[in-house]
T-cell receptor, first 112, second 112 residues
Framework: EDQVTQSPEALRLQEGESSSLNCSYT??????LFWYRQDPGKGPEFLFT???AGEEKEKERLKATLTKKESFLHITAPKPEDSATYLC?????????????FGTGTRLKVLA | KAGVTQTPRYLIKTRGQQVTLSCSPI?????VSWYQQTPGQGLQFLFE???????NKGNFPGRFSGRQFSNSRSEMNVSTLELGDSALYLC???????????FGNGTRLTVT
């Protein structure tokens, strides 16, 4: 069964304390892996797409990496405004079409 | 470029009633997907429409239905509401299968 698991469920960091969020997946026919940020009361905001193992993408303090079994979202020297829920999703080949499977997210809190 | 617009933002309905939610995708995006988000289950896929045709469907009962109009705007309908239908309903649009989903800010549905 296709599955996406994110860890940890919640993370508290001090401002400037770097860390990584994990997204492990089991899917057949991976087409792409996506990272989103979701603020309270809002919809997910697209961050990155990764397509193949070894690929990396960066944006400000965030860097996403991909292996054959998992992806990491590295947060370097986070600031309080980085506090949000980070969602991982995989796009997999379905029967005749494709489908997205989302993880349940990591709630990140960055303390000043 | 305007983002995905969902209306209304909030809805309170009584068990047994029906409800219609609306979504206007990003201009030029022909694919519209709907997701249900709850704290325990995360984002669950409802269905996807492309050029007025349902292209994919998740594992939800027939009480959940949708449609897409020629201008790509989409509506989702839930009939015979149950307490468990209380959730954030998110609409997402994309330009094609190789592009990421872009989400609206959702409709918060409360069933009492």
């Amino acid at each position: 069964e296709d599955q996406v698991t994110q860890s940890p469920e919640a993370l508290r960091l001090q401002e400037g304390e770097s860390s990584s969020l994990n997204c492990s997946y089991t899917v057949s026919g991976l087409r792409g892996l996506f990272w989103y940020r979701q603020d309270p009361g809002k919809g997910p905001e697209f961050l990155f797409t990764l397509y193949s193992a070894g690929e990396e993408k960066e944006k400000e303090r965030l860097k996403a990496t991909l292996t054959k079994k998992e992806s990491f979202l590295h947060i370097t020297a986070p600031k309080p405004e980085d506090s949000a829920t980070y969602l991982c999703a995989v796009q997999a080949q379905g029967s005749g079409t494709y489908k997205y499977i989302f993880g349940t997210g990591t709630r990140l809190k960055v303390l000043a | 470029k305007a983002g995905v617009t969902q209306t209304p933002r909030y809805l309170i309905k009584t068990r047994g009633q029906q409800v219609t939610l609306s979504c206007s995708p990003i201009s030029g995006h022909r694919s519209v997907s709907w997701y249900q988000q709850t704290p325990g289950q995360g984002l669950q896929f409802l269905f996807e429409y492309f050029s007025e045709t349902q292209r994919n469907k998740g594992n939800f009962p027939g009480r959940f239905s949708g449609r897409q109009f020629s201008n790509s705007r989409s509506e989702m309908n839930v009939s015979t509401l149950e307490l468990g239908d209380s959730a954030l309903y998110l609409c997402a649009s994309s330009s094609d299968m190789n592009s990421p989903l872009h989400f609206g800010n959702g409709t918060r549905l409360t069933v009492t």
